[in-house]
């Protein structure tokens, strides 16, 4: 199970950073990723990190930007926003897959949380 948290309202520029708390104890198994739906679009993808953290990758349009991290000790996944754009409006939700290396398709997703930036 994929909790997610973290989202709120925040003015462009600024920052926040989610969180995904996984139960069970084959988190560190798992590639994690993040993805995204704004209203009347397609879910996109955002990032994803591969099991040990070792590798990761990036929508472009968040690249340099947001920052995709896990701490296994805590089953949890993270994801560092800064210089938020209204364009980066959307629930957001965690996802896993078991597995080595990236992933963009997933088994398992979270409940999801909102981000809303004002501009």
């Known amino acids: 199970q994929l909790q997610a948290c973290g989202g709120g309202l925040v003015q462009a520029g600024g920052s926040l950073r989610l969180s995904c708390a996984a139960s069970g104890s084959t988190f560190s198994r798992h590639a994690m990723g993040w993805f995204r739906q704004a209203p009347r679009k397609e879910r996109e993808f955002v990032a994803a990190?591969?099991?040990?953290?070792?590798?990761?990758d990036y929508l472009d349009s968040v690249k340099g930007r947001f920052t995709i991290s896990r701490d296994n000790a805590k089953n949890t996944l993270y994801l560092q926003m800064n210089s938020l754009k209204p364009e980066d409006t959307a629930v957001y939700y965690c996802a896993a897959k078991y597995g080595p290396g990236l992933s963009y398709e997933y088994d398992y997703w979270g409940q999801g949380t909102q981000v809303t930036v004002s501009s």
């Open positions: 990190i591969s099991r040990g953290g070792s590798s990761t």
